[in-house]
Protein backbone atom coordinates (compact mmCIF):
# COMPACT_ATOMS: atom_id res chain seq x y z
CA UNK A 1 0.00 0.00 0.00
CA UNK A 2 2.88 2.75 0.86
CA UNK A 3 4.73 1.21 -2.01
CA UNK A 4 1.68 2.08 -4.27
CA UNK A 5 1.66 5.36 -3.04
CA UNK A 6 4.54 6.82 -2.90
CA UNK A 7 4.75 5.32 -7.10
CA UNK A 8 1.70 6.86 -7.40
CA UNK A 9 3.17 10.17 -6.08
CA UNK A 10 6.17 9.96 -8.47
CA UNK A 11 3.52 9.32 -11.57
CA UNK A 12 2.12 12.46 -10.35
CA UNK A 13 5.11 14.81 -9.99
CA UNK A 14 6.55 13.65 -13.00
CA UNK A 15 3.51 14.81 -15.05
CA UNK A 16 3.71 18.01 -13.24
CA UNK A 17 7.87 18.04 -14.30
CA UNK A 18 6.67 17.48 -17.92
CA UNK A 19 7.93 14.21 -17.96
CA UNK A 20 7.65 11.37 -20.68
CA UNK A 21 5.44 8.37 -19.56
CA UNK A 22 6.67 6.46 -22.61
CA UNK A 23 10.60 7.45 -21.39
CA UNK A 24 9.31 5.00 -18.51
CA UNK A 25 8.84 2.03 -20.59
CA UNK A 26 12.59 2.89 -21.88
CA UNK A 27 13.95 2.73 -18.21
CA UNK A 28 16.06 -0.25 -17.16
CA UNK A 29 17.58 -1.48 -13.95
CA UNK A 30 20.19 -4.43 -14.70
CA UNK A 31 17.97 -7.27 -13.13
CA UNK A 32 13.93 -6.07 -12.92
CA UNK A 33 12.43 -9.22 -13.01
CA UNK A 34 14.60 -10.06 -10.02
CA UNK A 35 14.16 -7.17 -8.47
CA UNK A 36 10.59 -7.62 -8.52
CA UNK A 37 10.71 -11.01 -7.38
CA UNK A 38 12.56 -10.00 -4.25
CA UNK A 39 10.27 -6.81 -3.43
CA UNK A 40 7.24 -9.49 -3.31
CA UNK A 41 9.32 -12.27 -1.41
CA UNK A 42 10.18 -9.11 1.25
CA UNK A 43 6.61 -8.86 1.41
CA UNK A 44 5.19 -12.68 2.05
CA UNK A 45 8.08 -12.73 4.71
CA UNK A 46 7.12 -10.41 7.00
CA UNK A 47 3.48 -12.61 7.21
CA UNK A 48 1.13 -10.29 6.16
CA UNK A 49 -0.59 -13.93 4.48
CA UNK A 50 -3.44 -15.73 6.33
CA UNK A 51 -1.76 -19.04 6.36
CA UNK A 52 1.65 -17.87 8.01
CA UNK A 53 1.66 -18.38 12.00
CA UNK A 54 3.62 -17.33 15.03
CA UNK A 55 5.40 -20.09 15.12
CA UNK A 56 7.10 -19.41 11.88
CA UNK A 57 8.86 -16.08 13.34
CA UNK A 58 12.68 -16.60 13.27
CA UNK A 59 12.43 -18.40 9.91
CA UNK A 60 10.40 -15.71 8.15
CA UNK A 61 13.15 -13.00 9.45
CA UNK A 62 15.90 -15.28 8.50
CA UNK A 63 14.19 -15.32 4.76
CA UNK A 64 13.31 -11.53 4.83
CA UNK A 65 16.88 -10.76 5.21
CA UNK A 66 17.96 -13.20 2.78
CA UNK A 67 15.78 -11.76 0.09
CA UNK A 68 16.73 -8.18 1.75
CA UNK A 69 20.36 -9.12 1.28
CA UNK A 70 20.32 -10.48 -2.02
CA UNK A 71 17.88 -7.38 -3.16
CA UNK A 72 20.96 -5.35 -2.18
CA UNK A 73 23.56 -7.21 -4.29
CA UNK A 74 21.04 -6.99 -7.35
CA UNK A 75 20.50 -2.93 -7.21
CA UNK A 76 24.52 -2.52 -6.46
CA UNK A 77 25.11 -2.38 -9.85
CA UNK A 78 22.75 0.44 -10.99
CA UNK A 79 23.58 2.37 -7.93
CA UNK A 80 25.04 5.41 -10.25
CA UNK A 81 20.98 5.77 -11.31
CA UNK A 82 19.10 8.76 -10.11
CA UNK A 83 17.68 7.58 -6.94
CA UNK A 84 18.84 4.45 -6.67
CA UNK A 85 21.60 5.09 -4.08
CA UNK A 86 18.98 6.13 -1.84
CA UNK A 87 16.83 3.21 -1.88
CA UNK A 88 19.92 0.90 -1.19
CA UNK A 89 20.50 3.09 2.01
CA UNK A 90 16.22 2.55 2.63
CA UNK A 91 17.14 -1.45 2.46
CA UNK A 92 19.87 -1.20 4.12
CA UNK A 93 18.64 1.18 7.31
CA UNK A 94 15.36 -1.81 6.85
CA UNK A 95 17.89 -4.92 7.50
CA UNK A 96 20.14 -3.70 10.14
CA UNK A 97 17.54 -2.88 12.54
CA UNK A 98 15.35 -6.41 11.68
CA UNK A 99 18.70 -7.94 12.31
CA UNK A 100 19.19 -6.24 15.74
CA UNK A 101 16.01 -7.08 16.71
CA UNK A 102 14.86 -10.50 14.97
CA UNK A 103 12.09 -8.44 13.94
CA UNK A 104 10.96 -4.66 12.34
CA UNK A 105 10.72 -2.84 16.22
CA UNK A 106 7.36 -0.66 15.85
CA UNK A 107 5.88 1.93 18.58
CA UNK A 108 2.50 3.95 17.72
CA UNK A 109 2.27 7.65 18.41
CA UNK A 110 1.94 8.20 22.63
CA UNK A 111 3.43 5.17 23.00
CA UNK A 112 0.04 3.31 22.24
CA UNK A 113 0.50 -0.34 21.14
CA UNK A 114 -0.64 -1.10 17.91
CA UNK A 115 -1.69 -4.77 16.83
CA UNK A 116 0.72 -5.35 13.55
CA UNK A 117 -1.12 -8.37 12.16
CA UNK A 118 2.10 -9.86 11.69
CA UNK A 119 4.41 -11.45 13.61
CA UNK A 120 6.81 -9.74 11.80
CA UNK A 121 6.79 -6.71 13.92
CA UNK A 122 7.94 -6.73 17.57
CA UNK A 123 6.96 -3.58 20.05
CA UNK A 124 9.78 -1.66 20.15
CA UNK A 125 10.63 -0.31 24.03
CA UNK A 126 13.27 1.84 25.38
CA UNK A 127 15.83 -0.94 25.64
CA UNK A 128 15.19 -1.87 22.02
CA UNK A 129 18.01 -1.81 19.62
CA UNK A 130 18.39 1.40 17.26
CA UNK A 131 14.69 1.77 17.43
CA UNK A 132 15.14 4.98 15.66
CA UNK A 133 15.42 2.99 12.25
CA UNK A 134 11.81 0.99 13.07
CA UNK A 135 8.66 1.53 12.01
CA UNK A 136 8.20 4.65 14.18
CA UNK A 137 6.83 7.39 11.91
CA UNK A 138 3.23 7.53 11.64
CA UNK A 139 1.48 8.32 8.29
CA UNK A 140 -1.05 11.10 8.71
CA UNK A 141 -3.93 8.82 8.74
CA UNK A 142 -2.42 6.85 11.39
CA UNK A 143 -3.39 3.55 9.32
CA UNK A 144 0.22 2.85 9.03
CA UNK A 145 3.98 3.45 10.91
CA UNK A 146 7.14 4.23 8.79
CA UNK A 147 10.72 3.51 9.59
CA UNK A 148 13.33 5.68 7.81
CA UNK A 149 14.04 3.12 6.03
CA UNK A 150 10.82 2.94 4.68
CA UNK A 151 10.91 6.75 3.82
CA UNK A 152 14.39 6.56 1.93
CA UNK A 153 13.16 3.60 0.08
CA UNK A 154 10.20 5.84 -0.99
CA UNK A 155 12.13 8.80 -2.08
CA UNK A 156 14.91 6.85 -3.93
CA UNK A 157 12.12 5.12 -6.52
CA UNK A 158 9.88 8.45 -6.68
CA UNK A 159 13.54 10.36 -7.86
CA UNK A 160 14.06 7.38 -10.17
CA UNK A 161 10.24 7.50 -11.64
CA UNK A 162 10.53 10.93 -11.80
CA UNK A 163 14.12 11.30 -13.44
CA UNK A 164 13.33 8.12 -15.48
CA UNK A 165 10.13 10.22 -17.26
CA UNK A 166 11.61 13.31 -16.94
CA UNK A 167 14.88 11.86 -19.11
CA UNK A 168 14.94 8.89 -20.07
CA UNK A 169 17.29 6.49 -19.19
CA UNK A 170 18.60 3.15 -19.57
CA UNK A 171 20.41 1.64 -16.90
CA UNK A 172 23.48 -1.30 -18.20
CA UNK A 173 25.28 -3.49 -15.70
CA UNK A 174 27.88 -0.67 -14.94
CA UNK A 175 25.42 1.45 -12.98
CA UNK A 176 25.41 4.02 -15.79
CA UNK A 177 22.52 5.54 -17.59
CA UNK A 178 21.75 7.24 -20.92
CA UNK A 179 19.57 10.27 -20.88
CA UNK A 180 17.69 11.47 -24.13
CA UNK A 181 16.52 7.94 -25.20
Known sequence: MIAAGAIAWALLIAWAAGG???NLA???????????LLFVGQSIFRG???FW???AHDWAVFFWGLASLALLATLIPDAKLPGIGVAILGIAA??????ANEGMPYVAAGGAVLDSGAFFYRTGTIGTSLLF???VLPVPS???LLSLGDILLGIGVMVFIVAGSVAGMN?????TGRAGR
Open 94 to 99: NLTVVL
Open 142 to 144: GAY
Open 26 to 36: QVRLSHELLIA
Open 133 to 135: LGD
Open 48 to 50: RLP
Open 171 to 175: GSTTG
Open 53 to 55: DGA
Open 20 to 22: KFA
